[in-house]
């Protein structure tokens, strides 16, 4: 990663009103606003989005109309289009007016010029390699305390909704902007406990929406133990040796909190169905958080109640798939 994109406290001097990685953040976001006009126009565009939400009782979802996402929603992420395509998270391709924080000495914090939400940052590592959680699990906890106070992170898996998976990256939004933030602890009165001792709490959240598991601590050690313990038990359930299908959401409050969301698709059939049928979806970790993101607008007025059931029934684990997970987690902890 160049030097020259890595801004400077300086340069951020007419912006800055504290030195924590949450101020810099926002002194980031401020001085990209005041000069980038691109990145200015379409966090200006977020006044003028349409929103609609769906009740299911205990939870909420919520449809954006967005058409800035369109390159997002529908990004070919084949082999062939990745080879073909120049890395746009990688310093010598990124626009000249686009500049960064270090982020935890590995990571670049950055502006995105294309948000969902009012203030939407992209975290990519310096160094060009493959997105995989695995390997950056301890990295998202690292950085999701250092942006705790005011952000969540959320990571999309290489076949989940990354729409650079050769480029190693997580993303930031402002805190409980996504409904399941804010819904957890109610969805925990419901949820099965999985495990529950002095160090952590495991937690498998069912609904007919959607099935994650919710791991819960503040030992730094013991969260990645958990997930390394999870993320085994999802390769076996997949039969899979590289990454299985999921998306993950951490935010930090004293306590990292780590959503899992186990997928069995990346996107529906509507999505490539040509003709009035198609829907332009594609769930990543921001729509299984409650928030469906959709660039067109015939597909925000059609979109009904029962097609966002649809929805997730294809993309998300089934509860056969979701239980044999969480008995491997089980049998491997133990």
């Not at 010598?92 to 914090?109: A, F, R, V």
């Not at 935010?251 to 996107?267: C, G």
Request: proline letters at 5%; aromatic letters at 12%; charged letters at 25%.
């Amino acid at each position: 990663m160049s030097s020259s994109k890595i801004i400077s406290d300086l340069e951020l001097n007419n912006f800055i009103v504290g030195s924590s990685k949450v101020q810099k953040a926002e002194a980031l976001f401020k001085e990209q606003i005041s000069s980038w006009e691109l990145a200015a126009k379409n966090y200006q565009d977020l006044n003028f989005i349409r929103k609609k939400e769906f009740d299911f009782d205990t939870f909420k979802t919520i449809l954006q109309f967005n058409p800035g996402r369109m390159v997002s929603s529908s990004a070919k992420v084949d082999a062939k289009s990745i080879k073909e395509r120049p890395c746009f998270l990688c310093s010598n391709n990124l626009p000249i007016e686009q500049k960064g924080l270090l982020c935890n000495e590995k990571y670049m914090l950055l502006v995105n010029p294309f948000p969902i939400f009012e203030q939407h940052f992209t975290i990519p590592l310096l160094e060009h390699e493959p997105q995989e959680i695995l390997l950056n699990f301890s990295d998202m906890l690292l950085v999701a305390k250092e942006l705790g106070e005011k952000y969540t992170l959320f990571y999309n898996g290489p076949k989940c909704g990354a729409s650079a998976p050769d480029h190693m990256h997580f993303q930031a939004s402002p805190k409980n902007k996504m409904p399941v933030e804010k819904e957890i602890n109610s969805l925990l009165e419901s949820a099965d406990i999985v495990l529950e001792n002095n160090s952590a709490s495991v937690f498998a959240i069912s609904n007919y929406l959607r099935n994650f598991i919710l791991i819960e601590s503040d030992n730094y050690d013991v969260l990645q133990q958990e997930f390394n313990a999870l993320y085994n038990s999802l390769q076996d359930t997949y039969g899979v040796d590289d990454e299985p299908l999921l998306n993950v959401i951490v935010t930090f409050n004293k306590v990292w909190r780590i959503f899992v969301f186990p997928r069995n698709a990346h996107r529906p059939k509507e999505f490539f169905i040509e003709g009035d049928e198609k829907i332009l979806l594609s769930p990543a970790s921001v729509d299984f958080g409650g928030m469906l993101i959709t660039p067109r607008e015939e597909d925000f007025i059609k979109i009904t109640k029962e097609d966002v059931v649809n929805i997730f029934g294809q993309t998300s684990v089934d509860d056969s798939s979701f239980q044999n997970i969480i008995q491997k987690y089980k049998d491997i902890r133990n």
